[in-house]
């Protein structure tokens, strides 16, 4: 996908330093015996019209992050800033003003929509809630939407076990944008689709964010997707954001040794084409356990002895901050420490 110009493009969202911690409870008064470090430390910025994809193994906190950025789970500490307005200081009654400006869709589309509500009674329900639209105004609206992500309007009378998995799909986006958001939080929406589908439903939304100026978070684990969608590339670890870059040069030129890992687990359409795989020995640790120092050495190829002391944070290779990563060979003393 073609870069787009970003560098003017106001910041709409703000995350510092957000954490979930999850506490584990033990014994008959169920007191707290530890914490399942969920998310832990995680920032990023986001700018207007952008697409930042959010990638890595399952369980590093990719989910949670989406969740705890719209309350929907409530962040242990940290910030969040949309427009400037911080989230997390909201009460209820301007926490549901804000809805209408930040919207998920959901990994699974079977299961985020009501069996027992109609499409149309699924819309009609958003509009009236939120005070958009009532009675056939309602209507006509829901009609419009479903024809915006290219289904019938004679859909509005059926339920979600009468459509496929793509369909589903379309009706929950349909959904997201029913209250005219900016922000939409993208939870692997093409996770569970077909391959064919999958390039359906990615080119919805990328037309839709040119139609309407939205803004993802784009959460997946398939690299070629993000590849496709984003603008720039977040990749996740243990709860922590070990690199971030622009997409073409994060896949052009990966810093972190799991970055490297993870793209060259990725396809090659090309069968005479030869690439070095990288294969991670050991299991991902507990995020309730997590090694000292750098979280990924016991599993890292090009670990030193200080890496499992220090733990490194993500700081900028360049002036112009395009390109963070969060590791101790590229730190300032790095030639240092590897020669230690």
């Not at 699974?108 to 009675?135: C, I, K, Y």
Request: glycine content about 6%.
């Amino acid at each position: 996908m073609p870069a787009k110009n970003l560098t003017d493009a106001p910041e709409l969202l703000v995350v510092k330093n957000l954490t979930k911690w999850f506490p584990i409870r033990k014994g008959f008064f169920s007191r707290t015996v530890g914490y399942v470090k969920a998310v832990d430390g995680v920032s990023f910025t986001i700018r207007k019209g952008e697409t930042l994809g959010l990638v890595g193994e399952s369980g590093c906190g990719k989910t949670t992050t989406g969740r705890a950025l719209l309350r929907l789970i409530e962040p242990t500490s940290g910030s969040i800033f949309f427009e400037g307005k911080d989230v997390l200081a909201l009460s209820k009654d301007e926490l549901r003003k804000l809805r209408k400006e930040i919207q998920i869709i959901f990994q699974d589309p079977f299961s985020s929509l009501n069996p027992r509500l109609t499409v149309g009674e699924m819309l009609r329900e958003v509009l009236e809630v939120h005070q958009l639209a009532e009675g056939s105004s309602a209507r006509s609206a829901a009609e419009q939407l479903l024809d915006i992500v290219g289904l019938r309007k004679e859909y509005l009378n059926r339920y979600p076990h009468e459509f496929s998995g793509g369909q589903r799909q379309r009706v929950g986006i349909a959904r997201a944008l029913a209250v005219k958001p900016k922000f939409i939080v993208c939870d692997e929406p093409v996770s569970a689709l077909d391959v064919s589908i999958q390039s359906q439903i990615i080119n919805l939304l990328q037309d839709l964010q040119k139609e309407f100026g939205l803004t993802y978070l784009f959460i997946a684990h398939d690299l070629s997707v993000v590849e496709h969608i984003s603008d720039r590339v977040a990749v996740m670890y243990l709860g922590k954001v070990v690199e971030i870059a622009g997409c073409d040069e994060l896949y052009a030129s990966p810093k972190h040794p799991y970055t490297e890992a993870l793209l060259s687990a990725v396809p090659v359409p090309n069968p005479k084409a030869k690439k070095k795989r990288i294969i991670l020995t050991g299991d991902l640790p507990s995020p309730a356990n997590t090694p000292s120092g750098c979280a990924f050495h016991p599993r890292c190829p090009k670990a030193v002895d200080a890496c499992k002391i220090k733990a490194p944070q993500l700081a900028a290779l360049s002036e112009e901050e395009t390109h963070k990563v969060s590791c101790l060979l590229y730190e300032p003393t790095a030639k240092n420490v590897q020669a230690a």
